[in-house]
């Protein structure tokens, strides 16, 4: 009786762990086959920098997006503040 009641123990245990295995392959697979959609791509992170004046500064982060400046200026020429005002003319 007690040899059948390991055997027993051991096919639950193996059961167990197949399930789980199961269970991990299925959810690998939705979150591989989704992750794109759920939270984008790598292009899509590098289209939101995108760099008008090609200073080296994203356009989020540039205060003067349409003139080339200084990365120390944050993207404008030296004493100068032209504005966003041309990124919104752009999307117009």
């Keep these: 009786m007690d040899k059948s009641k390991k055997g027993m123990e051991m096919m639950y245990l193996i059961a167990a762990v197949a399930l789980l295995l199961i269970f991990l ?5 939705f979150y591989v086959g989704n992750y794109r959609k ?3 791509g ?10 008008n004046d090609g200073d080296n500064v994203a356009n989020y982060a540039d205060k003067c997006p349409c003139q080339p400046g200084l990365i120390e200026n944050e ?8 504005g966003r005002d041309c990124l919104e003319n752009e999307n117009a």
């Design 42 to 51: 790598f292009d899509d992170q590098v289209q939101k920098s995108d760099d």
């Design 25 to 29: 392959a299925v959810m690998t697979t």
């Design 75 to 82: 993207g404008c020429q030296k004493n100068k503040d032209e």
């Design 38 to 40: 759920l939270f984008g």
